[in-house]
T-cell receptor
């Protein structure tokens, strides 16, 4: 069975400060992990993905995430938040040979001026 | 440009009426998906299709129906049996299994009164 837990439903940061959005996963197989971003009333856009290559994954817009098997985590980070980063972020897991994704419940990021 | 289109962007219906949401992709992807999004609940899978003329129920299929007669198209019908149809509906496609990301359409916001 697979699952993903986003530990914070809301995160607020000041512009220019680091961003940390937390995601823990559970998977019986070697997982593929994804972070997506969604702006209001829009579809989801892929930020980055992990598929058993390098454990530190770099994505678009300065985001990166580190796969930590021992901690079953895949936290999303960015060194310096920008106002345009304000959005909802979803972590997702997919397992070996399956077409199904499991999405987390989302973390809404607020960036304060 | 390659991508996924959903129409219409906003849809209003009276209770008791069936309504069909359109989803078209020109990415040549085999797999297509329908998700429902409600505030605080993330994305929940309604139906998915791995190949033309085949589809599987997701986690919340009751009150919905789909067809997959063409590779490019995966329409979703929200029937009168769906008790709480008002939601944001997202269509996605994927090239293969777990290592591939899903591409999302812009969504359709359905309001039933």
């Amino acid at each position: 069975a697979q699952s993903v837990t986003q530990l914070d439903s809301h995160v607020s940061v000041s512009e220019g400060t680091p961003v940390l959005l937390r995601c823990n996963y559970s998977s019986s197989y070697s997982p593929s992990l994804f972070w997506y971003v969604q702006h209001p009333n829009k579809g989801l856009q892929l930020l980055l993905k992990y598929t058993s290559a390098a454990t530190l994954v770099k994505g678009i817009n300065g985001f990166e995430a580190e796969f930590k098997k021992s901690e079953t985590s895949f936290h999303l980070t960015k060194p310096s938040a920008h106002m345009s980063d304000a959005a909802e972020y979803f972590c997702a897991v997919s397992g070996m040979g399956t077409y199904k994704y499991i999405f987390g419940t989302g973390t809404r990021l607020k960036v304060l001026a | 440009d390659g991508g996924i289109t959903q129409s219409p962007k906003y849809l209003f219906r009276k209770e008791g009426q069936n309504v069909t949401l359109s989803c078209e992709q020109n990415l040549n992807h085999d797999a297509m998906y329908w998700y429902r999004q409600d505030p605080g609940q993330g994305l929940r899978l309604i139906y998915y299709s791995q190949i033309v003329n085949d589809f599987q129920k997701g986690d919340i299929a009751e009150g919905y129906s789909v067809s997959r007669e063409k590779k490019e198209s995966f329409p979703l019908t929200v029937t009168s049996a769906q008790k709480n149809p008002t939601a944001f509906y997202l269509c996605a496609s994927q090239q293969g299994t777990n290592a591939y990301e899903q591409y999302f359409g812009p969504g359709t916001r359905l309001t039933v009164t």
